[in-house]
C-alpha cells in the first residue's frame, strides 16, 4: 500500500482511504467477535450457576442473613430481595423483583443507587479476572462504594422524601 502523503492523483488517494477504512472495518469486526466469543465463555457459565443459586434454599438463607442490614441504608426488610438479586444479575431483574413490593420512592432510589454500583457480581469479577484484575479487590472496591452510595442516599431520602 502506497503512503496516502506520497500520492498526488486524487483517484488514488480516495482508494487508499477507502481501504484504510475498509481494514479498520474488517479488524474492528475481528475484535469485537473475538471479545463477545471470550465474554461468553465467562457469562454463560456464570449465569447458570447463578440461576442455580436463585432458585435453591441458598436464596432464602441469604435473605435472613442480610435483612438486618437493610436497616443502616433506611430500607425495610425486605428490600434484600432486590438487592441479592442484583448483586446475581442485572439492573433488569432488580426492576422485576422490586415490582412485587410497595416500596416508597425514597426506598426505590437507595436501592437503585445501591444495586447501580454493586449488579452482576459473579459475572463482572469473572469478567474482571479474565482481563487481568484481582476480582476480589474488584469485589470489594465495588461493594464498599455500594454501602456509602447506599447510606447516603438511604439517609437523605428518608430526611427529603
Excluded at 457469562?43 to 443459586?53: A, E, H, M, R
Excluded at 428490600?79 to 444479575?89: E, L, S, W
Excluded at 447501580?116 to 476480589?136: C, D, R, T, Y
Amino acid at each position: 500500500m502506497k503512503c496516502m502523503f506520497i500520492v498526488s492523483n486524487f483517484k488514488e488517494r480516495k482508494k487508499i482511504r477507502m481501504e484504510i477504512l475498509l481494514k479498520a472495518i474488517k479488524d474492528g469486526f475481528i475484535k469485537a467477535l473475538k471479545t463477545g466469543i471470550m465474554l461468553l465463555k465467562v457469562v454463560l457459565p456464570v449465569y447458570f450457576v447463578v440461576v442455580l443459586i436463585k432458585y435453591s434454599p441458598i436464596m432464602p438463607w441469604l435473605q435472613d442473613l442480610c435483612a438486618p442490614a437493610m436497616g443502616i441504608f433506611n430500607l425495610p426488610a425486605e428490600a434484600v430481595v432486590p438487592i441479592i438479586t442484583g448483586f446475581f444479575t442485572d439492573e433488569y431483574g432488580v426492576s422485576a423483583a422490586l415490582g412485587n413490593f410497595n416500596f416508597t420512592t425514597a426506598q426505590i432510589t437507595t436501592v437503585a443507587m445501591f444495586i447501580l454500583v454493586f449488579h452482576s457480581i459473579p459475572v463482572e469479577a469473572a469478567v474482571a479476572q479474565k482481563i487481568g484484575m484481582n476480582a476480589w479487590k474488584f469485589t470489594l472496591f465495588r461493594f464498599v462504594f455500594a454501602v456509602i452510595t447506599g447510606i447516603l442516599v438511604g439517609w437523605m431520602g428518608g430526611m427529603l422524601l
